[in-house]
């Protein structure tokens, strides 16, 4: 499986962005993606994913503001995230869960300025 991230940027505190994650490769073999970032200094952290079966999860400090989504006929799921705080400032990560292993992308930094 391989996963491609972008959509990343620098954007005033209270804007928007939407990443994409494009995965190819054998993915059908995915059970679930999602987004985890990483702040500079910090361990990273899940934000939100999806499964297969269409079960959505979000990190509590994002619920309202990030919506995650899926285009199955593009292989492609989207993160779109509204009323950016410059604490959302980090490397985006997508993320595909398979068993047995879990695959990364190669990130994409979003920069919130207050």
């Known amino acids: 499986v391989q996963l491609q991230a972008s959509g990343g940027g620098l954007v005033q505190a209270g804007g928007s962005l939407r990443l994409s994650c494009a995965a190819s490769?054998?993915?059908?073999?995915?059970?679930?993606i999602g987004w985890y970032r990483q702040a500079p200094g910090k361990q990273r952290e899940w934000v939100a994913s999806?499964?297969?079966?269409?079960?959505?999860g979000y990190k509590d400090s994002v619920k309202g503001r990030f919506t995650i989504s899926r285009d199955n006929a593009k292989n492609t799921v989207y993160l779109q995230m509204n009323s950016l705080k410059p604490e959302d400032t980090a490397v985006y990560y997508c993320?595909?869960?398979?068993?047995?292993?879990?695959?990364w992308g190669q990130g994409t930094l979003v920069t919130v300025s207050s």
């Open positions: 490769g054998r993915i059908f073999e995915i059970n679930a």
């Open positions: 993320n595909a869960q398979t068993i047995p292993k879990d695959y």
């Open positions: 999806i499964s297969t079966g269409g079960s959505l």
